[in-house]
């Protein structure tokens, strides 16, 4: 049994992380955000305070880190006691933040794979350059850390296990990501813009014919016939899960898909062209060095500042085919999430909601021990009919579609 929980980051996505949070701390103890803006971390708390989301009368405090300094973090860790650590940092700070897990002998997750700031789109497995490096010695301590926990990659993965029970054979796996919402500006990303344009920059990979395949960023197009919002145009997109699930299925080809319209095509290809997309410093004609994509991230509105005016819905699934008693069968299972109903609950849209409630659900299975396993895993190595269930009830159901109609998916 594990309690007492510290949320690293301060975003959109750690503002659900944190109602959710509150809404179970019965069962999840005293509560902990952190961030290098102490005020950041403050505000977060004070909408779980203004939304009366605490379930019972508990400790939510709030914290100065960087998260960077693994030795700071540990010694934050042990100064509240946590004993569960959700990551939803920037991507650049999961191996300082999970080093400092194993040094501690807490509890880790993330919803993302670690990212060199320095380095884009590296050579495929992404975990086998950061994380992966890190499973013995999670092992050797008895640490429990669940990688790529959020949505995508994350409740996917665990949709993936589930078709494959339902299959004596698992021949392909296509995730799609359609959000057919919309935030009312020019032009805005939906998560942090610079980590959301440097997974569009590299090279795409998808694993196919049991190899690793590239492509170039909207180089290949689908339409998909997606429920709720209809058919939709996505692209074939490098992405975390793919990096994982081709090693639980290396003879299924495993593809992601990204939704994405004419208009941000338009403008990711003149700001790429333009080269204000590089992580590579540039100086000015003044002398001053500076990050190009850094200064575009400065001057795109804050994705948390899209929430209140959006409207519209998010479709996000796995259409998995294979066989079964010797006979073709194809299965989509997905879930359709609302962001004005995400705004509502938790101040947040929908695509930071759908990031941030599978991490709880995740820390609630860790605190009752049922995911508690002392090692390293990704989602699809774990039992995904309690994370599911937990969901269901948690404001992202789950729904099936097969040969035998379109349902709730229960266990």
């Known amino acids: 049994m594990k309690r007492n929980v510290l949320i690293i980051g301060a975003g959109g996505v750690a503002q659900v992380v944190a109602h959710k949070a509150a809404q179970h701390n019965d069962r999840l103890g005293d509560l902990h955000i952190a961030s290098r803006t102490l005020a950041k971390a403050e505000a977060i708390i004070a909408t779980v305070h203004a939304k009366g989301a605490m379930k019972v009368p508990g400790l939510f405090q709030a914290h100065a880190v960087d998260a960077m300094d693994t030795a700071a973090v540990v010694a934050l860790i042990k100064a509240t006691g946590c004993q569960i650590v959700i990551n939803v940092g920037s991507a650049f700070v999961n191996m300082p933040v999970l080093e400092a897990c194993i040094q501690a002998g807490v509890a880790y997750m993330d919803t993302a794979i670690h990212e060199d700031p320095a380095k884009i789109c590296e050579t495929p497995p992404w975990y086998g350059n950061y994380e992966w490096k890190r499973r013995e010695a999670c092992k050797a301590a008895g640490v429990t850390a669940i990688l790529g926990v959020g949505f995508d990659p994350g409740v996917v993965n665990a949709y993936a296990r ?56 909207f180089e290949v197009g689908k339409v998909w016939d997606m429920p709720v919002v209809g058919p939709q145009k996505a692209y074939l997109t490098g992405h975390d899960e793919v990096h994982s699930l081709s090693a639980r299925y290396p003879n299924a080809d495993v593809r992601f898909w990204m939704g994405f319209g004419d208009h941000y095509i338009n403008v990711f290809t003149v700001l790429k062209n333009l080269g204000l997309l590089s992580e590579k410093p540039v100086r000015t004609a003044e002398g001053q060095e500076v990050v190009p994509l850094k200064v575009v991230k400065a001057v795109l509105p804050d994705p948390a500042s899209l929430a209140p005016d959006y409207t519209g819905k998010t479709c996000i699934g796995d259409f998995v085919k294979g066989t079964k008693d010797g006979k073709p069968v194809e299965v989509l299972i997905y879930n359709v999430a609302d962001h004005k109903e995400a705004y509502d609950e938790v101040g947040s849209q929908g695509i930071s909601y759908t990031a941030g409630v599978p991490p709880v659900a995740a820390a609630l299975l860790l605190a009752d021990g049922t995911w508690d396993i002392g090692a390293m895993a990704n989602v699809e190595e774990l039992d995904p009919a309690p994370f599911l269930t937990l969901l269901n009830d948690m404001g992202l159901p789950t729904r099936i579609k097969d040969a035998n109609g379109d349902r709730p998916l229960t266990f």
């Open 162 to 217: 589930v078709a494959e029970g339902l299959m004596d054979k698992v021949d392909s796996i296509d995730i799609v990501d359609i959000n057919a919402g919309s935030h009312g500006k020019w032009f805005a990303t939906n998560f942090d813009p610079e980590i959301n344009f440097r997974e569009f920059t590299g090279t795409v990979y998808s694993w196919q014919n049991g190899a690793w395949q590239s492509n170039s960023m």
